[in-house]
């Protein structure tokens, strides 16, 4: 249970990296269409700005969750799982109210499903 639980933080920190790639690199196009935008909110200045600094924020929690699996031995590791698989479904929840309807699909229902198997690898 707990390299399943692995296996969903890597997908998650997958998402991720592409979630921050999109953000700090996508064209306007692609992210009005990525992240249910008006274009021409996107090709705002300050809005390029706020979504690269979004992106760094994405890119750098894809990092952690991958050295947390390499670095942190179990039983910690499970603990860490929880906690980041946590993180993003809060996030995920607060983005799926606030943002898009879509964010409750692709971010807080993965994250959501980590916490469950990796709970559920407490005990199992």
Do not use: C, W
């Not at 979004?54 to 952690?64: D, E, F, K, T, V």
């Amino acid at each position: 249970m707990s390299t399943f639980s692995t296996i969903l933080l890597l997908i998650l920190a997958v998402e991720h990296l592409v979630i921050a790639f999109m953000e700090i690199m996508g064209t306007p196009e692609k992210q009005a269409k990525a992240f249910d935008l008006a274009l021409a909110y996107v090709k705002q200045p300050e809005a390029r700005i706020s979504m690269a600094n979004q992106g760094i924020y994405n890119g750098m929690l894809a990092i952690i969750i991958i050295f947390a699996q390499i670095l942190i031995t179990q039983p910690n590791l499970i603990y860490i799982n929880i906690l980041l698989a946590s993180f993003i479904t809060v996030v995920g929840f607060f983005g799926g109210l606030t943002a898009t309807k879509k964010i409750f699909l692709v971010q807080m229902t993965p994250g959501l499903l980590a916490v469950i198997v990796s709970t559920l690898a407490l005990y199992f």
